[in-house]
Each structure stands twice: as C-alpha cells, then as structure tokens.
C-alpha cells in the first residue's frame, strides 16, 4: 500500500474557497496556500488573505481513496494531469509551501499595563503603556507626547509587546 501522495486541482473561477470548504466536508485533506494583505474597502484597511495561487489548491489522497467524488464537488474544475495522469507534488513542496505562507498575525493578548512598542508607521519606536482593545484590529495605548500622556490608537499589527532584557 502507497501512501496518501499531493496533488494538484484546478479550481474554478472564483471559487477556491468554495471547492476547499465542500472537499472538506467530504473529509479530503487540502492545502491552499494564503498570504496576508490589505485592501481599502469603503475606504478603510482591511486585512484579508489571498489565495498564494488563485484559482488552485492542493489535495491529499491515496489510490485507495474514492476519486470520482471530485468530478462533481462544486467549486472543483479538475485533477491537473501531465502525460496523462495526475500531477503529484512532492511532499517537500507541500512541507515548504506551510512554512513559508504568511498567515494573519495572532493578536496577542495583552493585558492592560503590558509594556509595547510600536513598530511601524509615523509613531515607530515609541513605547507606551497598552490600555484596551479599540475594535479587533486597533488597540489603545498610553504614550508620553508633548510633556504629557496622551492615549493613542494605533492598528495591533502596529505594535509588539516590550522584552525584558
């Protein structure tokens, strides 16, 4: 008995998403890498995940495995095929592919008094004190302007908490 080998399917227009979630409700293992960005949407930020290679996503099977379910799942166009079979991809495709997708940073959980930085935009290597959450995507902190403290908010992908050293 073979294992389970990588293969490569070909989705349609559109609908990666799609034919990732009914695969996986017919308890196929897929892979499809993402990558993070940011889009304007009605004019403010958005942080999304865009698929690494629109319109493709990887599936895991053996030859034991029922194959003819994938012709009809919705979303799913083809087994991509080269010389007439199935194209496999190597395991170590895959195995780099995970490491090196950028997946949305964690939020991490900071309590209130934590020490943070900020690592980017105008305000960049200031240090402040975090004081709350302001939405899923800003939190408020406490930093020392113009002789005296001001709360400011700043998006979370912005900061980092402080290390002891």
Not at 9 to 24: G, M, S, Y
Not at 29 to 43: D, M, S, Y
Not at 73 to 85: E, L, M, P
Request: charged share 25%.
């Amino acid at each position: 008995m073979k294992p389970p080998s990588w293969y490569l399917l070909q989705c349609k227009p559109r609908q990666d998403e799609r034919a990732e979630l009914n695969l996986h409700q017919q308890n196929y293992q897929t892979f499809r890498p993402q990558f993070a960005t940011e889009r304007l949407v009605r004019g403010k930020p958005q942080s999304t995940l865009e698929s690494l290679f629109p319109g493709y996503l990887f599936i895991q099977l053996s030859h034991e495995d029922n194959w003819a379910p994938l012709r009809s799942t919705r979303g799913v166009s083809r087994i991509v095929d080269f010389n007439r079979g199935p194209a496999t991809v190597p395991d170590e495709v895959i195995e780099r592919l995970r490491t090196r997708c950028l997946l949305p940073k964690q939020v991490q959980a900071f309590k209130p008094g934590d020490a943070l930085q900020i690592i980017d935009g105008p305000l960049s290597s200031l240090e402040g004190i975090f004081l709350s959450m302001d939405g899923e995507e800003r939190v408020m902190i406490l930093l020392q302007l113009l002789s005296r403290k001001q709360p400011v908010v700043v998006p979370v992908r912005h900061v980092e908490a402080v290390t002891a050293q």
